[in-house]
């Protein structure tokens, strides 16, 4: 079910990699914090691996460097950013801002280092635009779809599809998946609608947010015996995440579970509310909202939880916007209780997540108590989990990336043998 489209077939880029081929340079674009995008990062570091260039246009964290290099990726950061927006033209200046700047930094680098690939992620999609003057001069362009917008600010900003902003950013996601030379999007649900009204096919691959297993895996000195059942959610605080649902749920719950706390790890413009929510209820003790860590450290905090959290709603955007928290919980040998949307249902089954009736506070109430008393005896499940997520992780799939970049740069190879 999880096996994806791709413009090669991976285990021909299997063989490629015993031939010497030319070095490419390859820029990265993105109005995202590198070290907490963990799509980015996998990306950039396969390429860096097999020793092309890699650069990386992002945002910055107060107190970032706005230049560094990090396993090999040179990242600049240009631009400050705090994710506290609440209104669209806040949220929309910020981003057009962004698009100008990289824009002229992007034209500037590729001036001096001629990039072959300019991979650039949504969002917004028209960011795909600053890679123009590098695309009239050669280089191959992928417009990378985290997040289809037009439904994410529809849910976001409480939008409607027949509103002029959402016929306005259909347009332009169809212009921009137009200027791309190959787009590449998270799920194949968002890939069947983008074949529908924006790309074609053989120019469209579905790549999933597939958990790194060099960071994603079990504690190897075990959990903390402090007496706490920790139920955990990381990742942005959005309405459609539904983490209002999860803390409800909790409140209803957490006095038949001896020790159990529910920690949630973000940021976001839900945040806020969701403190008020926990004061309100009067779990200030028992819930616990934390800043958001890198990469490299949350996947530590998720090894160390009892259970997962993925409480989505199931209306319009967070139906289909696939959850990669769930695959890094499995690959933690962590049990993970699931809104069953669409999305979810698509790729999972009942054998190897708890799911609950999405919006449903009670019946996640009830997934909840259930996973606390069974603690001691879902070994098979989590090993049928960690399997899948082991069958379906980056170092399983990342041939699929490397294929793409070798379909649109012509790089000739020399054999092995010929070369000695």
């Not at 970032?64 to 990090?70: C, G, L, V």
């Not at 280092?113 to 003057?133: C, G, K, T």
């Not at 009736?357 to 009670?362: F, M, V």
Request: glycine share 6%; net charge positive.
């Amino acid at each position: 079910m999880l096996a994806t489209p791709t413009a090669n077939d991976a285990s021909k880029v299997g063989g490629a990699r015993t031939r010497f081929r030319r070095r490419i340079r390859v820029c990265h674009v993105a109005y995202t914090f590198y070290e907490n995008d963990n799509r980015v990062i996998r990306y950039a570091e396969a390429l860096a691996e097999q020793g092309d260039g890699v650069d990386v246009i992002a945002l910055r964290r107060p107190g970032h460097a706005w230049r560094e290099q990090i396993n090999g990726v040179e990242i600049y950061r240009i631009q400050r950013r705090e994710v506290n927006e609440r209104r669209a033209w806040a949220y929309l200046f910020k981003i057009a801002w962004f698009i100008i700047k990289a824009a002229i930094f992007l034209t500037a680098l590729h001036m001096r280092r001629r990039y072959d690939v300019i991979h650039v992620h949504n969002i917004p999609d028209f960011l795909v635009f600053a890679a123009l003057v590098p695309r009239m001069t050669g280089a191959r362009v992928i417009l990378d779809i985290h997040d289809v917008l037009p439904e994410l600010y529809a849910g976001k900003f409480g939008s409607q599809e027949a509103t002029n902003t959402f016929k306005c950013l259909l347009v332009a996601e169809r212009f921009s998946c137009r200027f791309a030379h190959h787009v590449i999007v998270a799920n194949h649900l968002w890939y069947d609608k983008l074949l529908r009204r924006s790309a074609s096919v053989g120019h469209c691959t579905a790549i999933l947010n597939y958990p790194d297993l060099r960071l994603f895996r079990p504690l190897s000195s075990g959990r903390p015996a402090d007496g706490k059942f920790v139920m955990l959610y990381p990742g942005t605080l959005n309405h459609h995440q539904g983490l209002d649902i999860a803390v409800r749920a909790f409140a209803r719950v957490h006095d038949r579970m001896a020790g159990a706390e529910f920690h949630i790890y973000g940021e976001g413009p839900a945040r806020k509310s969701l403190e008020s929510l926990t004061r309100d209820l009067g779990l200030q003790n028992k819930i616990n909202i934390c800043d958001r860590v890198p990469l490299r450290e949350v996947a530590g905090v998720m090894a160390s939880a009892h259970v997962g959290i993925v409480p989505k709603r199931a209306d319009g955007f967070g139906n289909e916007a696939f959850s990669t928290k769930i695959l890094e919980f499995m690959a933690c040998a962590v049990p993970v209780v699931v809104s069953r949307t669409q999305v979810d249902a698509h790729y999972f089954n009942d054998g190897i997540v708890r799911f609950f009736t999405p919006g449903d506070e009670g019946d996640l109430a009830l997934a909840m108590v259930e996973m606390f008393q069974r603690r001691f005896d879902s070994h098979r499940v989590i090993a049928a989990a960690r399997d899948f997520a082991v069958a379906h992780s980056w170092q399983e799939r990342v041939g699929d990336y490397r294929a793409i970049i070798d379909s649109l740069v012509t790089v000739p190879v020399v054999n092995e043998a010929i070369a000695r």
